[in-house]
Each structure stands twice: as structure tokens, then as C-alpha cells.
């Protein structure tokens, strides 16, 4: 008899389901449920339409109890499906959950396989490999831990901002944490929001202040998360704080220290206005940054470099705020759940040098038109161009970056809308001659297409083609001065030479250039274009592949503000779920240790990806933290001694599902022992 | 490494001046060639358009000859090829014979009829790309004994050398020639024009097409204050050079720009005779050798 913890003899039900034509359309199901009821111990093999469904799974728990079964074994879709459906059907009916085996036969078997011959002797196969394994199954238990009530936000954009504010006004406590200096993140940017053209900063800034001034939020800004431990429930995070080099609590942001430095004028590149303008190196990003409190950029500051500074920053602040020795501060919180909002990074245009970007002055990329049209601007609102022009004609190319083999394959969702917004306040400031250069117009979301109906009675021009290049190549003498862009306009059929005095490109939405090593250390995945990798792309859009962690907004891929701030919405919703139920059902396929075997070689320390195993100097003896198991296997197959073994995963259950998978097809009553 | 040259049908016509200029460069420093023995003809862009099984095997004849022609420490073998038609051909037959498992089957069984087998080995490589990639553009500085100052030079690559294939440079903004000559001590003008078609072979069949196409490159080289065209194809050279007086009197033009291998360029910067590098065969010899003990060429005003 197979080491089993019943006494009983081994009594099996094979239940095949038809998934409607997804599974019966090329499967002989009717042929495998009677092969499967002539393998040894199998008690029953059933065939149903729909196997998740109640009675399908009534199906299984009258059987158990009827016929008296004790091992169960479904064929139907991915486990990642409904494992633990069909795991709860077999506890309902009475038997421990883990008695219990699934066969994908519908994404490895059925969609994969246009032979409905072979796509039954596959399933038959896998039938029979998965009846010899669950002989070998064992009752295992449940393992429970508990969830810290309090969470981490990392990245405060609006996604950030409204996941903290949901979470906080929940009655939670939360550490939001935000590398730069302000919270705001990319739509502190921007000028006025699509399709309703309301002002960003006025519809942000409230929930800025509300962040700043809530009792359940502590803003940690000009921060990084430096390590990440633990595991569901119970992280433990370091935070390390950059010094601004004045006491954040000291300062009101009355900005006279800004007014006393000893730089009259700015002179490094404002990030806050894309280079546009210039800082000092004392200063604020813009005048609604949250905190408001300045702060001093090393790099630049000339106390810093030489030493030998008056320090009229210094002197000037009566509350003492300046503090040329601030260092570096580590702070630890331990946190339940985390959400992570780290956001996006545009597009870089250089990498198409036939736009020009960088070598003609008058091209722009978007963001640096956002800042230019914005009434706290570089130039106050006023269109004046890099050579000191107003522009005539703007030309705005579509998807710099995006829909495009050679860079971005992927289209980034806001461009078409944004660049919309776009036309119509370059035409509202300026007067100007507007044309559009897209491959598609992308306008689908609430009052989006009404927009860019709205547009088109604008006389707003729209070009229908991929821009070829922006060329100072005058071919004509109309073109003199002039940035040409050559098109070809797909709608009428020729290629055009459109002169223009401004072009915007309208640039693409990618991961962050850290993506990876955020994703490293809170040990998620990425998809293929680097975008943090969401658990289900339609039922689990906000959860990771690691519990307790969620994603949201632009992070996880390209984005506009509702759609950031209702995924910020929904994470922080998963996030209250796992912290009110207070505690979560680990996964029982974990390592665990045969002390008998086990040498304490170490072997194994290292090459745990989840750090779950650490040496028990008592005993001498590995030790593994089920919490923080994943399962992955890999100490398993490394310890020398073979003293590290698996949940679900024993040499005996693997053996026998080979052996199963290479047994003779006419084997009927050969035993299922080993 | 030595590099089997494959000079193709130009460089021993039209563009002799490209070969004697190309050979006397690697002589001076020291790259070995290997002419390709047996090559043939690669067909151009012309057969591929008409029978492509033919076209490919034709062109797979070559690398297939590479290929059992291994380096002497082991290594894959390298063509050279320096007209930029036979370098795109050679490279994208190999490209088909490494995607296309219908046509690699098709040009392996009419090789094998010859008794010959393609293995894959071989890699299509372009002076340019050698000579700064491999040779390597901080040497090549080093060796400069005239440095040609005063020259404002359009890089002309046409459109071969980087399209479809982008093996060592952008395609449609390259930069190589750029740089290889600002370290001959020149100065490369901003040209929009470097990849843009020079008309192929259509200044001898439509031939207002053709003109067309070569006076835009050739006036907005003259308005960028350009004083000397550079290529690196032998059907660019002569499309550029031959035609500007019929472009002038048909367009009313005053164009008058001299047209040079980027080889020949080289070749002066590292002290090389002029006769060596077949200065003499162009129609427009845009340049003053230096008198003996002059230390700098100059361009014509």
C-alpha cells in the first residue's frame, strides 16, 4: 500500500469535464472517463458539462459520500483556475483537501491540439499519470498567519496620493513614500486634464494637502525604499531618507532663503519645468509642492562644493530651518500590506533621430509643451518658442515611441487623448495653425470621442500617417525657416511636406528606468516590456504574484488619470480585504526539513530566492520559514543529502506520476504502487 | 583576421577608384584581404525582382565558398564587401537561408548539385564597419599624418548600408562615416540627406526620376557650405559625380561638388600617395596634394 493516512483502501473518482466545446470539442471525453474507469482503484469516472459548476462539484461530494472515495482526481482546465474550487468541493464533501489532483487537459491538451486522436491519447495519458500520483497524496494542514494592520504605499503620483487617502480614510495607517522632494508625481505636470479641461493642479492639489494633513499618513518624500524582508502579512521595510539639508519641521515655505542665496539667477536645469528654466540650488519644485518645504541640491550648491559660502540662506531663516550638516536617515516599518505606485517614465526621443529631438530647437516632446502652456511655467503661459518666436503652425506627431517595432510596440493609451488637449490650447494660446499627425485616433473612454468631435469643428487639422522625419531640408523657398515634416497622408494617397514652426511629438509612456530592481526587491514580476506583471489580467488586474503586495496606476502599464486613480482604488481595496480579514491561508506545497538527514552544510542558505531558510546554530539543522516558502523547489533538488523535501511534491508522488505518464496505454490492472 | 574581399563587378569598373583606394588603406594599416577565390556575381537588387530561388542561390554561391574558408585561429569567416548592393545582397541571402527554412532548402539542393554546402558561417561585413568597428576609430586617429582640415565634408552612406539591415548603424541616421572623419581632422556637415536614394540605376533608365533625386542631395549639400561629397558605394559615387552638369543645365543649377570614396579620404589623411589612390580617376579631384613637407592638405576654396 502507498504511505497513505488512511486506512481505508485507496478508492478513486475521476471526474472529466467538457468546459461546453473547449474541452469536449476535441477530446473524447466520453473515451477517457471510461479508460480511467478501468485503472486500478479508480471507483468511478465521471464525465460532466461543467465541472466547476455547483452541481458539478455536488457531483464530487455525493460521490465521496456515497461511494465511499477517498482520493479525487478532476480533468478540466489550469489548476491556476480552479485548484482551489475543486479543493473546496473535496473538503465539503469531507475529505482532507489535498486529497486531490488536477489535470489540465484544456490549455495543455484541447487549444493546443488540432488532432482530436492525439488530443485523447494526451489526455488519456495525463489521466492516468495523475491517478497513479494522488494514491501517494497525504492529509495536509492549513497553515494560517497574521496580517499587520498597517500598510506601505511606495510612489506618490495620483495613483499613490489616492490609494493612501483610500487606505487612511479607512482607518488605516500608512507610510507613503516618494523619491522626489514633492508628491504630485507626473500630474503635478501636466496643464489641464482631457476631455473635461479642467486645470490638473486644481483637482490634485486638494488631495496633496489632504495627504499632507492626514492623521493616518506619514508622508515620508525625498525617500527611497531601500530593503524589503518578509513576507504576507509581516514586512519589514528600510526606508532611507535623502537629506534636504533643512529640518523639514522647522520650514514653512516661506521661500526667503531662496530670495537671500547668493545665486541671483538660476543656473542648473528645473526639472520640475523639464529644463526650461533654471534653479537655484535652494529651491522649491513648484509653488503648490507638497511638502512645502525647500530644499538644497548638493550637486550645485556652492557651500557645498567649495565651502566657502556666505550662507545667506542661512542667515536669513529666523526659524534656524537651513542645516548644512542633515545626513542620511534610515527609518524601519513593519507593514502588512504594501501597494506599489512607482509610476512611468516618457519616452525619450532621441532614440528617433529623424524627429530632431535635441538638434532643432523648436521640437518639443510633450511634457515639455504641458509645461510651457501652464500658467506657473517657465514662460508664464506664453508660447514663446526656443529661438524667441511665437509659432504660426504646430505640428504634433502621434505615437513617438509607441505602436512602433523598433522601439515601443506597445500603444501607450493617453497620447492621442493628451495630444487632443494638446491642439486645443496650443490653438488657444496662439492662434496658431494646428495639424495632427496620427496612425489612429484612440479616443475611447467616457466623452473622450465627443472631444475629438470637438476638435474637428476647432479647424484643427488631422493628418492621417506615420511622420517619415522633421527635416530643416527646405525644398521649396516657402519652406525656408522652417521645420518640414514629411508624411505620407494614407487618406489621400501622396506624400506631403508640411512646414511647420513648432513640432510637439507626442512621446510614449514605458516602465521606469529602475523597474527592474523595484521589482527585484519587492520580488514581483515584470511582463515582456518591463511593466510590473498583475496576477490575472482581467480578474486579478491589482494583485502580484506575491501576496500582500498590489499595483497600481501607470506602473503596471500605460495609463490616463481616471483609469491611475480607479486601479489605485481597487489595490487599495485588495489591501483592506487582506488587512480587516486579518489573516491569510498559506499554500501548503512548501520545503520542509528531514532533521534526521540533514547535514547543515548551508548548502541551501543561498540559493533560497525568498531568504526563507536560515541555519538553527542550536541544532545545527537548516530551518525553513513556511511563511516565506514559495514552493519553488530548488532547495530541494540542491540538498546533497536529499534531507530537504516538498509538500505535495515527494519523490513518491513524482515517481509515480512518471511512472503513469510511461505506462503502457492498455494497462488496466497493473499496479498503481510502486 | 583576414578578410575575403569580394570586390563584385563595380570595383573593377566603374569604381576602380574605390578598389585601388580601398586596397592601399588596409595595405597601410595592415589589415589582410584574401580575395574571395571563384566569386561570382551577386546578382544585384535587379535579380531578387525576378526569379529569387535563382537570385539567392547565385548569391549563397559566395558565402557557401566563405564558409569552408575558416580564419586561422578558428573563427567564422568574413566577407568584405564594399559596394553597398553587394553588401545588402550577400547579407540578406544570408538572412533568408538563416529564416526561411523554404528557401535555404531550395538554394542547399541546387548547391548541392554543384557539390557545394552552406553552412551559415559566414559573416557580410562592410569596410566602413571594419575599418571603425573592428580596426577601431582611435588607431585610425592615431595614424593620421595629414590631417585634413578645412574640408566640410557631406557623409553620403545611400541607402543600402543601413537599410534593412542595421548591423552596425542606425538606419536612417548613421553616424560611422561622420565620425571616421572627424577623426581624419575634417568636419562633417549636418546633412539631412546621408540615407536618402541617390536614384540607383534609374539615371540610366527614367532618367528625370534619377537627376531629380541626385540634384536634391546635391544642392543641399552646396547650401550646407559642404565642399566635398564622401561615399561608400560605387553606383552612389557615379550617380553624383557624372550627371552634375546635365543636372545643372537642365535645373539651372550651378552645382560643382567633387565626389570621393570615403577610402580615398582615408587613404590621405594616412599619407598615401595620391596616384595610390587613384585621385586621378575622378572628374573632379577634390583635392590639392600636399607639397613635400606640408604637413596639411587643403580643399580648394
Known amino acids: 500500500m502507498p504511505d497513505t493516512d488512511s486506512s481505508h483502501p485507496l478508492r478513486i473518482g475521476f471526474y472529466i469535464c467538457h468546459c461546453g466545446h473547449n474541452i469536449a470539442g476535441t477530446i473524447d471525453v466520453a473515451s477517457v472517463a471510461h479508460y480511467a474507469a478501468a485503472l486500478p482503484h479508480v471507483s468511478v469516472a465521471r464525465e460532466y458539462k461543467y465541472m466547476c459548476s455547483d452541481p458539478g462539484q455536488e457531483l464530487i461530494q455525493k460521490d465521496i459520500r456515497d461511494l465511499e472515495l477517498n482520493r479525487i482526481v478532476v480533468a478540466s482546465c489550469s489548476p491556476l483556475l480552479h485548484e482551489h474550487t475543486f479543493r473546496q468541493a473535496v473538503e465539503k464533501g469531507g475529505l482532507n483537501p489535498f486529497f486531490f489532483q488536477m489535470v489540465n487537459i484544456r490549455e495543455d491538451v484541447s487549444w493546443v491540439n488540432d488532432n482530436p486522436a492525439a488530443a485523447t491519447v494526451k489526455a488519456k495519458d495525463l489521466a492516468r499519470a495523475a491517478?497513479?500520483?494522488?494514491?501517494?497524496?497525504?492529509?495536509?494542514?492549513?497553515?494560517?498567519?497574521?496580517?499587520?494592520?498597517?500598510?506601505?504605499?511606495?510612489?506618490?503620483?495620483?495613483?499613490?496620493?489616492?490609494?493612501?487617502?483610500?487606505?487612511?480614510?479607512?482607518?488605516?495607517?500608512?507610510?507613503?513614500?516618494e523619491r522626489e522632494p514633492t508628491i504630485g508625481g507626473h500630474m503635478a505636470m501636466f496643464d489641464k486634464t482631457f476631455p473635461t479641461l479642467d486645470?490638473?493642479?486644481?483637482?490634485?492639489?486638494?488631495?496633496?494637502?489632504?495627504?499632507?494633513?492626514?492623521?493616518?499618513?506619514?508622508?515620508?518624500?525625498?525617500?527611497?525604499?531601500?530593503?524589503?524582508?518578509?513576507?504576507?502579512?509581516?514586512?519589514?521595510?528600510?526606508?532611507?531618507?535623502?537629506?534636504?539639508?533643512?529640518?523639514?519641521?522647522?520650514?514653512?515655505?516661506?521661500?526667503?532663503?531662496?530670495?537671500?542665496?547668493?545665486?541671483?539667477?538660476?543656473?542648473?536645469?528645473?526639472?520640475?519645468?523639464?529644463?526650461?528654466?533654471?534653479?537655484?540650488?535652494?529651491?522649491?519644485?513648484?509653488?503648490?509642492?507638497?511638502?512645502?518645504?525647500?530644499?538644497?541640491?548638493?550637486?550645485?550648491?556652492?557651500?557645498?562644493?567649495?565651502?566657502?559660502?556666505?550662507?545667506?540662506?542661512?542667515?536669513?531663516?529666523?526659524?534656524?530651518?537651513?542645516?548644512?550638516?542633515?545626513?542620511?536617515?534610515?527609518?524601519?516599518?513593519?507593514?502588512?500590506?504594501?501597494?506599489?505606485?512607482?509610476?512611468?517614465?516618457?519616452?525619450?526621443?532621441?532614440?528617433?533621430?529623424?524627429y530632431g529631438y535635441g538638434k532643432y530647437p523648436n521640437v518639443y516632446s510633450s511634457l515639455e509643451v504641458e509645461r510651457l502652456v501652464n500658467a506657473s511655467g517657465p514662460t508664464a503661459g506664453e508660447l514663446i518658442l526656443r529661438d524667441g518666436r511665437h509659432p504660426k503652425t504646430v505640428g504634433i506627431i502621434h505615437c513617438v515611441g509607441s505602436r512602433d517595432r523598433n522601439t515601443n510596440r506597445w500603444c501607450s493609451r493617453t497620447c492621442c487623448m493628451y495630444s487632443l488637449k494638446l491642439a486645443h490650447?496650443?490653438?488657444?494660446?496662439?492662434?496658431?495653425?494646428?495639424?495632427?499627425?496620427?496612425?489612429?485616433?484612440?479616443?475611447?473612454?467616457?466623452?473622450?470621442?465627443?472631444?475629438?468631435?470637438?476638435?474637428?469643428?476647432?479647424n484643427i487639422h488631422f493628418v492621417r500617417g506615420r511622420v517619415a522625419e522633421v527635416t530643416d531640408?527646405?525644398?521649396?523657398?516657402?519652406?525656408?525657416?522652417?521645420?518640414?515634416?514629411?508624411?505620407?497622408?494614407?487618406?489621400?494617397?501622396?506624400?506631403?511636406?508640411?512646414?511647420?514652426?513648432?513640432?510637439?511629438?507626442?512621446?510614449?509612456?514605458?516602465?521606469?528606468?529602475?523597474?527592474?530592481?523595484?521589482?527585484?526587491?519587492?520580488?514581483?514580476?515584470?511582463?515582456?516590456?518591463?511593466?510590473?506583471?498583475?496576477?490575472?489580467?482581467?480578474?486579478?488586474?491589482?494583485?502580484?504574484?506575491?501576496?500582500?503586495?498590489?499595483?497600481?496606476?501607470?506602473?503596471?502599464?500605460?495609463?490616463?488619470?481616471?483609469?491611475?486613480?480607479?486601479?489605485?482604488?481597487?489595490?487599495?481595496?485588495?489591501?483592506?480585504?487582506?488587512?480587516?480579514?486579518?489573516?491569510?491561508?498559506?499554500?501548503?506545497?512548501?520545503?520542509?526539513?528531514?532533521?534526521?538527514?540533514?547535514?547543515?552544510?548551508?548548502?541551501?542558505?543561498?540559493?533560497?530566492?525568498?531568504?526563507?531558510?536560515?541555519?538553527d546554530e542550536i541544532k545545527g539543522k537548516a530551518f525553513i520559514n513556511e511563511a516565506l516558502c514559495k514552493g519553488c523547489g530548488t532547495c530541494v533538488a540542491a540538498c546533497p543529502s536529499g534531507a530537504i523535501r516538498q509538500h505535495l511534491f515527494e519523490d513518491d508522488q513524482i515517481f509515480s506520476e512518471i511512472d503513469g505518464i510511461l505506462a503502457d496505454d492498455n494497462l488496466t490492472t497493473a499496479g498503481v504502487e510502486r | 583576421m583576414t578578410y575575403l574581399y569580394f570586390p563584385g563587378c563595380s570595383l573593377r569598373s566603374t569604381g576602380r577608384a574605390y578598389e585601388e583606394s580601398l586596397l592601399a588603406v588596409c595595405r597601410k594599416l595592415e589589415i589582410p584581404l584574401h580575395e574571395l577565390d571563384d566569386w561570382n556575381c551577386c546578382g544585384a537588387t535587379a535579380y531578387v525582382s525576378i526569379d529569387e530561388t535563382r537570385a539567392f542561390t547565385l548569391a549563397a554561391r559566395n558565402l557557401a565558398i566563405a564558409d569552408h574558408l575558416p580564419q586561422p585561429d578558428g573563427s567564422d569567416p568574413q566577407i568584405l564587401a564594399p559596394c553597398n548592393a553587394c553588401y545588402m545582397v550577400l547579407a540578406k541571402t544570408h538572412h533568408f537561408m538563416e529564416s526561411n527554412a523554404e528557401v535555404r532548402a531550395h538554394v542547399s539542393t541546387a548547391l548541392h548539385a554543384g557539390g557545394m554546402t552552406y553552412t551559415g558561417q559566414t559573416r557580410v561585413r562592410h569596410p566602413l564597419d571594419v575599418f571603425v568597428n573592428d580596426f577601431g576609430i582611435d588607431r585610425i586617429a592615431k595614424k593620421v599624418v595629414h590631417p585634413l582640415k578645412g574640408f566640410r565634408v557631406a557623409c553620403y552612406y545611400g541607402c543600402q548600408v543601413v537599410r534593412p539591415f542595421s548591423e552596425f548603424d542606425h538606419p536612417v541616421y548613421p553616424m560611422t562615416m561622420d565620425r571616421l572623419v572627424t577623426a581624419l581632422g575634417a568636419e562633417s556637415v549636418d546633412w539631412p540627406m546621408k540615407t536618402r536614394c541617390c536614384g540607383g540605376s534609374l539615371t540610366g533608365t527614367i532618367q528625370e526620376a534619377g537627376f531629380r533625386l541626385n540634384r536634391a542631395l546635391l544642392k543641399e549639400a552646396t547650401k550646407r557650405k559642404a565642399n566635398i561629397i564622401l561615399t561608400c558605394c560605387p553606383l552612389c559615387q557615379h550617380n553624383l559625380e557624372c550627371y552634375q552638369q546635365r543636372i545643372n543645365r537642365r535645373y539651372g543649377e550651378t552645382i560643382n561638388l567633387p565626389v570621393a570614396y570615403f577610402t580615398q579620404f582615408m587613404g590621405l589623411a594616412l599619407g598615401i600617395p595620391a596616384k595610390e589612390l587613384a585621385i586621378q580617376r575622378l572628374f573632379k579631384p577634390p583635392l590639392s596634394p600636399a607639397p613635400a613637407g606640408k604637413q596639411e592638405i587643403h580643399a580648394h576654396a
Open chain 1, 473 to 615: 531640408w527646405a525644398a521649396r523657398p516657402s519652406e525656408e525657416g522652417k521645420l518640414v515634416i514629411r508624411v505620407e497622408d494614407t487618406l489621400i494617397g501622396v506624400v506631403r511636406r508640411v512646414p511647420v514652426d513648432m513640432v510637439v511629438l507626442a512621446v510614449g509612456m514605458e516602465p521606469s528606468a529602475d523597474a527592474q530592481d523595484v521589482r527585484r526587491m519587492f520580488n514581483i514580476s515584470c511582463s515582456t516590456e518591463g511593466f510590473f506583471l498583475e496576477r490575472h489580467p482581467k480578474l486579478a488586474p491589482v494583485d502580484t504574484f506575491t501576496d500582500g503586495i498590489f499595483i497600481a496606476g501607470a506602473c503596471q502599464g500605460p495609463k490616463d488619470i481616471p483609469d491611475s486613480v480607479a486601479q489605485a482604488g481597487a489595490a487599495a481595496a485588495q489591501a483592506l480585504t487582506l488587512i480587516d480579514t486579518g489573516e491569510v491561508e498559506l499554500e501548503p506545497n512548501t520545503a520542509y526539513i528531514a532533521e534526521e538527514f540533514c547535514s547543515g552544510c548551508k548548502s541551501c542558505l543561498g540559493i533560497c530566492p525568498y531568504t526563507a531558510i536560515t541555519r
Open chain 1, 199 to 354: 486645470c490638473a493642479a486644481c483637482i490634485l492639489t486638494p488631495k496633496m494637502s489632504a495627504v499632507r494633513n492626514h492623521p493616518n499618513i506619514r508622508l515620508l518624500s525625498y525617500s527611497e525604499v531601500k530593503v524589503v524582508g518578509g513576507y504576507v502579512g509581516n514586512y519589514k521595510v528600510t526606508i532611507r531618507r535623502k537629506p534636504r539639508y533643512i529640518k523639514e519641521e522647522l520650514c514653512v515655505g516661506c521661500m526667503e532663503c531662496i530670495e537671500a542665496c547668493v545665486y541671483k539667477e538660476g543656473k542648473t536645469p528645473d526639472e520640475f519645468n523639464q529644463g526650461l528654466s533654471k534653479r537655484k540650488p535652494i529651491y522649491i519644485p513648484f509653488p503648490q509642492a507638497t511638502p512645502q518645504v525647500v530644499v538644497i541640491d548638493p550637486a550645485t550648491c556652492i557651500e557645498f562644493k567649495s565651502g566657502h559660502c556666505k550662507k545667506t540662506c542661512v542667515s536669513v531663516c529666523d526659524r534656524g530651518a537651513v542645516d548644512f550638516s542633515q545626513k542620511e536617515e534610515t527609518i524601519d516599518i513593519d507593514v502588512g500590506t504594501i501597494i506599489l505606485a512607482t509610476g512611468y517614465a516618457t519616452f525619450d526621443p532621441k532614440r528617433l533621430p529623424y
Open chain 1, 131 to 177: 491517478i497513479f500520483r494522488v494514491s501517494h497524496h497525504r492529509a495536509l494542514d492549513k497553515k494560517h498567519v497574521s496580517i499587520h494592520p498597517d500598510a506601505l504605499v511606495v510612489g506618490a503620483g495620483i495613483a499613490g496620493i489616492h490609494a493612501a487617502l483610500t487606505l487612511a480614510n479607512a482607518g488605516k495607517k500608512v507610510t507613503l513614500v
Open chain 1, 425 to 458: 490650447l496650443l490653438k488657444e494660446h496662439t492662434e496658431a495653425e494646428v495639424y495632427n499627425f496620427y496612425i489612429d485616433i484612440r479616443a475611447a473612454g467616457k466623452s473622450y470621442e465627443e472631444f475629438y468631435d470637438k476638435l474637428l469643428e476647432e
